[in-house]
T-cell receptor
């Protein structure tokens, strides 16, 4: 089974802090994704990556950056956390761009910015 | 871009059948996924359709009509554990990385 592991289930940080969310997958997937999930707004894509050191903006990249130095690890960075970034963050991975490959999700990090 | 619509909430009775609809308007299409997400948990993959027609997997089936921009997920013999959110996601034809756009999800409540 594919395992996508997010470093924290719950995280509390303060406004202005630099926050790192880590995600590791163990199935040698090429593609990795970061989403945030908010009530009534569904899953929104922040950034994704299709290879090491490659990254592309999703629908809501403002205030975020990412890093993919190794194939198995994809980090989301909040450069200067703000209260409107309080949310559930979900990481996902998938195999190459064959159409039938689903995304596999981690358990999520519930981030609170005070 | 993609626009995906699903009902926000549905309620059904244990043992019954429920159909969750999804309509989409897209600039390109390369498949439609259904995911299940229990409260507080990660979404998990249920089904994939890329050609028109019905795909059956046990109690769950998924249907696609590309010309109508329409899909549904059919759940038979409902069980209490089927209470969850169901997410429809459309894969963009012109994307690297299998990027998909997700609908807001349909919260299904199964009652005894």
């Amino acid at each position: 089974d594919v395992k996508v592991t997010q470093s924290s289930r719950y995280l509390v940080k303060r406004t202005g802090e630099k926050v790192f969310l880590e995600c590791v997958q163990d199935m040698d997937h090429e593609n990795m994704f970061w989403y945030r999930q908010d009530p009534g707004l569904g899953l929104r894509l922040i950034y994704f990556s299709y290879d090491v050191k490659m990254k592309e903006k999703g629908d809501i990249p403002e205030g975020y950056s990412v890093s993919r130095e190794k194939k198995e690890r994809f980090s989301l960075i909040l450069e200067s956390a703000s209260t409107n970034q309080t949310s559930m963050y979900l990481c996902a991975s998938s195999r190459t761009n064959r159409g039938d490959q689903p995304q596999h999700f981690g358990d999520g990090t519930r981030l609170s910015i005070l | 871009g993609q626009n995906i619509d699903q009902p926000t909430e549905m309620t059904a009775t244990e043992g019954a059948i429920v159909q969750i609809n999804c309509t989409y308007q897209t600039s390109g299409f390369n498949g439609l996924f259904w995911y299940q997400q229990h409260a507080g948990e990660a979404p998990t993959f249920l089904s994939y359709n890329v050609l028109d027609g019905l795909e059956e997997k046990g109690r769950f089936s998924s249907f696609l009509s590309r010309s109508k921009g329409y899909s549904y997920l059919l759940l038979k013999e409902l069980q209490m554990k089927d209470s969850a959110s169901y997410l429809c996601a459309v894969r963009d034809q012109f994307t690297n990385a299998g990027k998909s756009t997700f609908g807001d999800g349909t919260t299904l409540t199964v009652k005894p």
